[in-house]
């Protein structure tokens, strides 16, 4: 049988792997000879199609007779027929179709003469690629073609030279890319407190397509009790303005709408009297404070209510009176407008008007105010004086004072930070003494009472919580994390799965062209295996982190076929990506997400295929390994960037302070019930260097409302809140002593200082039936000096006080102390003990007492004072809040433990003037 003669043009030079390839073909020149002058008039185009693998000797005709090929030495040089030049251009897409948004574009533009048979030219002409629509596409500067926009679109080949253009364009479907903004806009942006909206959530990709198939969350920058999601709905019912955004995991940017909660109807009235004493001079100035909140304890800043008297006194301004004449009167407050539940609101109290009033008045700063002044400034004091035998003598905190007209004096007092007692003792004419220490609490910086105190709670995490660059035991740095999910079956699923949507990897299409194409194939995906080992390094970066990830050995299992079929393996050496993340605050909320693709780069490619078709496919596998090698380089890329992105974002994104949850009970004084306070938390502050990760937490703790005795906010000294704590340890948590002070702020606002205490808080060491009524007109206040220290400061207690065979009837007592007291660390929670007093002031009202009655008094608000202190500071905080990271569901699926969290261990504490400093070392607890 006769063979087909090749007509093969001299070549320049040809490579010794091409001349193994032609002669493993057997290929030779025909009887016209290479390189005569018959090959000069064989045309620059052929039409020699592929070798399908059939027996090229025989054709089957219609009729099914074998039709022999003519011998090549039967044909003369003149009778050969050239083919025809090109007619027409036919688009082909060679990538993925349909294909992501950002993807590339690959074509091939083939030709075919009039007889529509494949053209294959000497030299590729010049192409161009139109796009339509335009708006469709971006083309780089090497003419590099990139969907943008979503829809269908078309490309369309051109060959300028031949005045070819395809007039029927291929179609190319472009879908969206993978999320990058999400945008919320919620259906009412005012509600009533217990009210609920929701939320709808449109998600872009980072071409501004819409991506439908986006399963999008709802979040809020602020966290804690009252705040209740359901879906892309939710329920708040604590007042305030909120941002709520929907989130999917490794959005780069968070679109959050503003939401703002208003309290509902009024539900509840406490009022209190201003100044609070028991007894009041002719012609003082009493008000009636008020506090108006709602059923979920919000306080209703606008509420009216209205206050009289009975009987009549002089109105003095609003909800001021001042009274002419001795007597009882009962103030009653009122509110007006509707209520909840249309129940009347109404509280009274009583004041008691004496002509002298009490023997000894702070009138500024009074006994219980709060004061805006710096520690270390100089006020100036006022107060009165009285007695029926008029006053020869007056001291204030042992210097002796002036006295003016009726008994006014006035001195000057260095401030200092929290709590200041002044102790004033009076002397008539006969010698007989009266004594009254009033306390006021001072400070130059301040926190809402019912706002956030942003920053006081910081976790700093170093380059060892990072990557600790172990892999061996048990989690305890983030990027142990990613090393789970990359040693996971995941990233071989994602492979095998997006290797098999993908198919053919390599349309039918020509590997190697002299004159013509001398071998064509295609390759399609069968399976794949991914042994590993497998490795990811964390650095931080500013603003960031640099994540370096090596997939080691991979190796496909595919099928070619065209020219040779056959089935074999190509093998990757390895796939390492490098790539930087960013990590910042969005919408209120830590998260991770692209910043850029700093390389990839990609092992040795070697192929390994059976028998004679293993030595062609080894030989001509540089035409098409490149192909495999940069498909599977492009979906390990895009695995190890969406799917870390979303496992990190997924995990700094569930931070959290669930040591002290969404509520915290804490005992009465008295035993009876629990105050509860409201904990919530945002994040305040995110600052990532080369060094740390610092992220900075508001923390937010209110209770209902017991009293309505005003308030300026918390204290707080001055001097940094946010604290990056100087270690060498792995993590470390630092907290501002202005979270103490918020919780007692929430204690004394809830009532937990007002309170009749007895054996639940003295035990036996009280006789039978005696027992104290306290009365706490400011909030305690605590403070932090070096090496575990805290001082507690309790002012302007009034106690009244029942001690049978000593004090049969109430006797009322001033009383104020600070305590000190060592702080240490048990697990999470703190411990507070060696309690010592350190200064100690009480005033009896209106009695005398005897040395007998004075120590026995003196001793027993000594330990009333202790036990204070004790169920203060050990009640009040039963944990300390300390962020961790929670695991969340979707990391179930690398086998990782969702629920558990990944935080500080093993801490060991120390402090500072202002903060509490924990450090240990970072994992699983």
Same mark, same amino acid.
């Given at each position: 049988?006769?063979?087909?003669?090749?007509?093969?043009?001299?070549?320049?030079?040809?490579?010794?792997?091409?001349?193994?390839?032609?002669?493993?073909?057997?290929?030779?020149?025909?009887?016209?000879?290479?390189?005569?002058?018959?090959?000069?008039?064989?045309?620059?185009?052929?039409?020699?199609?592929?070798?399908?693998?059939?027996?090229?000797?025989?054709?089957?005709?219609?009729?099914?007779?074998?039709?022999?090929?003519?011998?090549?030495?039967?044909?003369?040089?003149?009778?050969?027929?050239?083919?025809?030049?090109?007619?027409?251009?036919?688009?082909?897409?060679?990538?993925?179709?349909?294909?992501?948004?950002?993807?590339?574009?690959?074509?091939?533009?083939?030709?075919?003469?009039?007889?529509?048979?494949?053209?294959?030219?000497?030299?590729?002409?010049?192409?161009?690629?139109?796009?339509?629509?335009?708006?469709?596409?971006?083309?780089?500067?090497?003419?590099?073609?990139?969907?943008?926009?979503?829809?269908?679109?078309?490309?369309?080949?051109?060959?300028?030279?031949?005045?070819?253009?395809?007039?029927?364009?291929?179609?190319?479907?472009?879908?969206? +890319?993978?999320? $990058?903004?999400?945008?919320?806009?919620?259906?009412?942006?005012?509600?009533?407190?217990?009210?609920?909206?929701?939320?709808?959530?449109?998600?872009?990709?980072?071409?501004?397509?819409?991506?439908?198939?986006?399963?999008?969350?709802?979040?809020?920058?602020?966290?804690?009790?009252?705040?209740?999601?359901?879906?892309?709905?939710?329920?708040?019912?604590?007042?305030?303005?909120?941002?709520?955004?929907?989130?999917?995991?490794?959005?780069?940017?968070?679109?959050?709408?503003?939401?703002?909660?208003?309290?509902?109807?009024?539900?509840?009235?406490?009022?209190?009297?201003?100044?609070?004493?028991?007894?009041?001079?002719?012609?003082?100035?009493?008000?009636?404070?008020?506090?108006?909140?709602?059923?979920?304890?919000?306080?209703?800043?606008?509420?009216?209510?209205?206050?009289?008297?009975?009987?009549?006194?002089?109105?003095?301004?609003?909800?001021?009176?001042?009274?002419?004449?001795?007597?009882?009167?009962?103030?009653?407050?009122?509110?007006?407008?509707?209520?909840?539940?249309?129940?009347?609101?109404?509280?009274?109290?009583?004041?008691?008007?004496?002509?002298?009033?009490?023997?000894?008045?702070?009138?500024?700063?009074?006994?219980?105010?709060?004061?805006?002044?710096?520690?270390?400034?100089?006020?100036?004091?006022?107060?009165?004086?009285?007695?029926?035998?008029?006053?020869?003598?007056?001291?204030?905190?042992?210097?002796?004072?002036?006295?003016?007209?009726?008994?006014?004096?006035?001195?000057?007092?260095?401030?200092?930070?929290?709590?200041?007692?002044?102790?004033?003792?009076?002397?008539?004419?006969?010698?007989?003494?009266?004594?009254?220490?009033?306390?006021?609490?001072?400070?130059?910086?301040?926190?809402?009472?019912?706002? =956030?105190?942003?920053?006081?709670?910081?976790?700093?995490?170093?380059?060892?919580?990072?990557?600790?660059?172990?892999?061996?035991?048990?989690?305890?740095?983030?990027?142990?994390?990613?090393?789970?999910?990359?040693?996971?079956?995941?990233?071989?699923?994602?492979?095998?799965?997006?290797?098999?949507?993908?198919?053919?990897?390599?349309?039918?299409?020509?590997?190697?062209?002299?004159?013509?194409?001398?071998?064509?194939?295609?390759?399609?995906?069968?399976?794949?295996?991914?042994?590993?080992? $497998?490795?990811?390094?964390?650095?931080?970066?500013?603003?960031?982190?640099?994540?370096?990830?090596?997939?080691?050995?991979?190796?496909?299992?595919?099928?070619?076929?065209?020219?040779?079929?056959?089935?074999?393996?190509?093998?990757?050496?390895?796939?390492?990506?490098?790539?930087?993340?960013?990590?910042?605050?969005?919408?209120?909320?830590?998260?991770?997400?692209?910043?850029?693709?700093?390389?990839?780069?990609?092992?040795?490619?070697?192929?390994?295929?059976? +028998?004679?078709?293993?030595?062609?496919?080894?030989?001509? +596998?540089?035409?098409?390994?490149?192909?495999?090698?940069?498909?599977?380089?492009?979906?390990?890329?895009?695995?190890?960037?969406?799917? =870390?992105?979303?496992?990190?974002?997924?995990?700094?994104?569930?931070?959290?302070?669930?040591?002290?949850?969404?509520?915290?009970?804490?005992?009465?004084?008295?035993?009876?019930?629990?105050?509860?306070?409201?904990?919530?938390?945002? =994040?305040?502050?995110?600052?990532?260097?080369?060094?740390?990760?610092?992220?900075?937490?508001?923390?937010?703790?209110?209770?209902?409302?017991?009293?309505?005795?005003?308030?300026?906010?918390?204290?707080?000294?001055?001097?940094?809140?946010?604290?990056?704590?100087?270690?060498?340890?792995?993590?470390?948590?630092?907290?501002?002593?202005?979270?103490?002070?918020?919780?007692?702020?929430?204690?004394?606002?809830?009532?937990?200082?007002?309170?009749?205490?007895?054996?639940?808080?003295?035990?036996?060491?009280?006789?039978?039936?005696?027992?104290?009524?306290?009365?706490?007109?400011?909030?305690?206040?605590?403070?932090?000096?070096?090496?575990?220290?805290?001082?507690?400061?309790?002012?302007?207690?009034?106690?009244?006080?029942?001690?049978?065979?000593?004090?049969?009837?109430?006797?009322?007592?001033?009383?104020?102390?600070?305590?000190?007291?060592?702080?240490?660390?048990?697990?999470?929670?703190?411990?507070?003990?060696?309690?010592?007093?350190?200064?100690?002031?009480?005033?009896?009202?209106?009695?005398?007492?005897?040395?007998?009655?004075?120590?026995?008094?003196?001793?027993?608000?000594?330990?009333?004072?202790?036990?204070?202190?004790?169920?203060?500071?050990?009640?009040?905080?039963?944990?300390?809040?300390?962020?961790?990271?929670?695991?969340?569901?979707?990391?179930?699926?690398? +086998?990782?433990?969702?629920?558990?969290?990944?935080?500080?261990?093993?801490?060991?504490?120390?402090?500072?003037?202002?903060?509490?400093?924990?450090?240990?070392?970072?994992?699983?607890?």
């Amino acid at each position: 049988m006769s063979q087909r003669p090749f007509f093969i043009p001299i070549l320049v030079a040809q490579t010794t792997r091409l001349a193994l390839v032609l002669a493993a073909l057997g290929l030779a020149c025909g009887s016209m000879g290479c390189g005569t002058d018959e090959s000069n008039s064989k045309s620059r185009w052929s039409t020699e199609e592929p070798d399908t693998g059939e027996d090229s000797s025989s054709k089957d005709t219609d009729d099914g007779a074998d039709v022999g090929e003519p011998d090549a030495s039967e044909v003369e040089p003149g009778d050969v027929q050239l083919p025809s030049a090109p007619t027409r251009v036919e688009t082909v897409i060679t990538s993925a179709n349909p294909v992501a948004a950002g993807g590339q574009v690959t074509v091939e533009c083939q030709l075919f003469d009039a007889d529509d048979q494949r053209v294959y030219p000497e030299a590729a002409p010049a192409q161009l690629v139109y796009t339509s629509p335009t708006t469709s596409f971006l083309r780089s500067a090497n003419g590099q073609i990139q969907a943008i926009r979503a829809g269908v679109a078309s490309l369309s080949c051109a060959i300028e030279s031949l005045g070819l253009v395809d007039l029927e364009p291929a179609r190319l479907t472009i879908v969206a +890319g993978e999320a $990058h903004t999400v945008t919320t806009v919620l259906d009412r942006h005012v509600i009533s407190a217990g009210e609920t909206t929701s939320a709808f959530c449109v998600v872009f990709d980072a071409y501004d397509n819409v991506v439908s198939d986006a399963e999008p969350t709802l979040i809020s920058d602020v966290s804690g009790s009252g705040i209740n999601i359901e879906g892309l709905d939710v329920t708040i019912t604590r007042a305030g303005f909120y941002t709520l955004s929907c989130t999917v995991p490794g959005a780069a940017f968070l679109d959050g709408d503003l939401l703002e909660v208003n309290p509902t109807l009024p539900a509840h009235l406490v009022i209190s009297r201003v100044p609070d004493q028991n007894v009041y001079a002719v012609g003082q100035v009493i008000s009636i404070a008020s506090l108006v909140t709602d059923r979920y304890d919000n306080t209703i800043t606008n509420a009216r209510v209205g206050v009289t008297s009975d009987p009549v006194g002089e109105e003095f301004g609003s909800a001021r009176f001042r009274y002419h004449q001795e007597g009882t009167y009962v103030l009653t407050a009122l509110v007006e407008g509707p209520t909840e539940g249309d129940v009347e609101l109404r509280a009274q109290t009583t004041v008691i008007i004496n002509s002298f009033g009490p023997a000894i008045q702070c009138d500024y700063p009074a006994d219980g105010q709060m004061i805006h002044a710096a520690p270390g400034s100089s006020i100036t004091l006022t107060g009165r004086a009285s007695d029926t035998h008029g006053i020869s003598k007056l001291t204030v905190n042992q210097d002796l004072v002036a006295i003016g007209a009726g008994g006014s004096f006035s001195t000057s007092h260095t401030v200092r930070y929290g709590i200041n007692f002044v102790d004033i003792a009076a002397e008539d004419q006969f010698g007989a003494q009266n004594v009254r220490t009033c306390a006021f609490l001072a400070s130059n910086t301040w926190t809402p009472e019912a706002g =956030f105190f942003n920053d006081d709670v910081t976790l700093r995490l170093g380059q060892t919580a990072i990557d600790d660059v172990n892999r061996a035991g048990p989690v305890n740095s983030l990027a142990d994390i990613l090393h789970v999910v990359l040693s996971s079956a995941g990233l071989r699923n994602s492979l095998h799965q997006s290797l098999l949507a993908a198919n053919p990897l390599k349309p039918m299409s020509c590997d190697a062209t002299l004159i013509w194409c001398l071998h064509w194939s295609r390759v399609d995906y069968l399976n794949s295996t991914l042994t590993g080992p $497998h490795s990811v390094g964390m650095t931080l970066v500013a603003d960031g982190l640099r994540m370096v990830t090596t997939v080691r050995n991979f190796s496909m299992n595919v099928k070619i076929t065209g020219t040779t079929n056959t089935t074999g393996w190509v093998h990757i050496e390895y796939v390492t990506v490098d790539l930087t993340s960013n990590l910042r605050l969005q919408s209120g909320k830590p998260q991770v997400s692209l910043r850029q693709i700093n390389s990839v780069q990609v092992g040795a490619v070697n192929m390994d295929f059976p +028998g004679f078709s293993g030595v062609i496919i080894d030989m001509l +596998g540089f035409f098409f390994q490149n192909t495999l090698r940069d498909m599977v380089r492009d979906l390990v890329r895009d695995y190890i960037q969406s799917s =870390f992105n979303q496992v990190l974002d997924g995990l700094v994104s569930g931070l959290d302070v669930n040591s002290l949850g969404g509520d915290l009970a804490v005992p009465r004084l008295d035993g009876e019930g629990v105050v509860n306070l409201n904990f919530g938390i945002r =994040f305040s502050s995110l600052l990532v260097s080369s060094a740390r990760a610092l992220f900075g937490i508001g923390t937010e703790m209110t209770a209902a409302a017991a009293h309505a005795i005003p308030s300026r906010g918390v204290p707080y000294p001055a001097g940094t809140v946010l604290l990056d704590p100087t270690t060498n340890q792995n993590a470390a948590v630092a907290v501002h002593v202005g979270v103490l002070n918020q919780t007692l702020h929430a204690l004394w606002r809830g009532g937990f200082f007002h309170a009749r205490v007895g054996s639940a808080l003295f035990g036996d060491s009280m006789p039978e039936g005696a027992y104290a009524t306290l009365e706490t007109r400011l909030p305690p206040v605590a403070v932090l000096s070096a090496g575990g220290k805290l001082t507690l400061m309790l002012g302007a207690v009034r106690v009244s006080l029942v001690y049978p065979g000593l004090f049969d009837e109430p006797v009322v007592v001033h009383l104020g102390a600070t305590a000190r007291s060592l702080v240490s660390l048990q697990g999470n929670e703190l411990s507070f003990s060696g309690i010592q007093i350190d200064e100690f002031y009480f005033s009896p009202e209106s009695i005398a007492l005897n040395e007998q009655s004075r120590d026995v008094l003196d001793n027993f608000l000594r330990n009333l004072v202790q036990g204070l202190v004790d169920a203060s500071l050990n009640n009040a905080l039963p944990s300390l809040p300390i962020p961790s990271f929670v695991l969340p569901a979707s990391m179930s699926v690398y +086998g990782l433990p969702a629920g558990r969290e990944l935080g500080l261990t093993n801490p060991n504490m120390s402090s500072s003037a202002l903060h509490i400093i924990l450090q240990g070392a970072f994992g699983l607890r």
